[in-house]
């Protein structure tokens, strides 16, 4: 039920469910904690974070989502080096976050990282995507304001 009252914008609703709900789990935290960050309630959507007695790894990549969308690349980045395990998505979205913010060096280091990484992790289609708008903007860096237009 917290997820279709968060669907439909009725936050209050979706708040009073989730506080009578005898058992929250990890879902319904992370819908809550997703629509404070959609309605740019960052200090709301930390204090939900910061609450949850379980965290999986859609909490985290929401959070660095959430920080991506402000702009806060650093506080993406130390959310990115506490979480306890990292699969592709949570590298996806802090290498897209480095190509967002015109940091390309920081997206393709962390793409390394995620290659030379002990727990053989694979780039995805979206890896690829924000690794090869990362060497675009360094190609750019070096070769003045861009590509050949002839």
Not at 22 to 49: M, Q, T
């Amino acid at each position: 039920m917290v997820f279709f009252y968060t669907k439909l914008g009725d936050m209050d609703t979706a708040k009073r469910v989730f506080n009578e709900m005898p058992e929250k789990n990890v879902v319904s935290w992370n819908y809550i904690l997703s629509w404070h960050l959609k309605a740019g309630n960052l200090g709301e959507a930390w204090r939900v974070f910061d609450e949850m007695p379980k965290k999986d790894v859609i909490s985290w990549i929401t959070m660095i989502a959430g920080y991506t969308k402000c702009g806060d690349i650093k506080s993406a980045r130390e959310l990115f080096d506490k979480m306890s395990e990292r699969d592709h998505l949570a590298f996806n979205v802090m290498i897209s976050c480095y190509a967002q913010h015109s940091q390309p060096k920081e997206a393709l280091n962390l793409f390394d990282e995620m290659l030379k990484s002990s727990t053989d992790i694979q780039p995805d289609g979206v890896t690829l995507a924000s690794v090869i708008s990362a060497y675009l903007q360094l190609r750019e860096l070096r070769f003045g304001h861009g590509l050949s237009h002839t």
